[in-house]
Nanobody, 126 residues
Framework: QVQLVESGGGLVQAGGSLRLSCAAS????????MGWFRQAPGKEREFVGA???????????EYADSEKGRFTISRDNAKNTVYLQMNSLKPEDTAVYYC????????????????WGRGTQVTVSS
């Protein structure tokens, strides 16, 4: 069982930045794909980005088209942590942001993940 705990959410003005963190329990973090998703009120959950795992020590980045260039995902396997750096935030980025882990190779884009965190609220004011 893997536990994921997100942190770093909060209230920020449009144009500002936030850095979300997701700390994972377990000893096989390096063999997980790690993704970020978000869900705004009244909307379906959507993919934000991921550091997906393709086997061994090989990872690749995936981003939703709407966030490409503004958001950056990174992971630190030594700390069992994945990060989401969000810049140039817009009011439409307001949502609960979820971290998720995929204990299999392949893309995280579809949301087919094995473990989910409880989420952290991000609110962007205009």
């Amino acid at each position: 069982q893997v536990q994921l705990v997100e942190s770093g959410g909060g209230l920020v003005q449009a144009g500002g930045s936030l850095r979300l963190s997701c700390a994972a329990s377990g000893r096989t973090f390096s063999s997980y794909g790690m993704g970020w998703f978000r869900q705004a009120p009244g909307k379906e959950r959507e993919f934000v980005g991921a550091v997906s795992w393709s086997g061994g020590n090989t990872y690749y980045l995936e981003y939703a088209d709407s966030e490409k260039g503004r958001f950056t995902i990174s992971r630190d396997n030594a700390k069992n942590t994945v990060y989401l750096q969000m810049n140039s935030l817009k009011p439409e980025d307001t949502a609960v942001y979820y971290c998720a882990a995929r204990a299999r190779r392949g893309s995280s884009r579809s949301g087919d993940m094995d473990y989910w965190g409880r989420g952290t609220q991000v609110t962007v004011s205009s």
